[in-house]
């Protein structure tokens, strides 16, 4: 089995798609779960109240 070449341009191609995954399209998403989280936990509350004695 022999190893992979990858060409100058081949490789500069998967560093900028790493480097747009890393710094601009996953922070948006880590944004957007926690985000998501707290709004049922929003709305978990305005239907149940909120935890604890009544």
Do not use: D, H, N
Not at 27 to 52: E, N
Request: hydrophobic share 55%.
């Amino acid at each position: 089995m022999q190893p992979e070449v990858f060409s100058p341009g081949q490789k500069r191609r998967e560093t900028v798609t790493f480097l747009i995954l890393a710094v601009l399209i996953w922070p948006f998403i880590a944004v957007g779960v926690v985000a998501g989280w707290g709004f049922l936990v929003w709305m978990y509350y305005l239907f149940t109240g909120p935890p604890g004695p009544v």
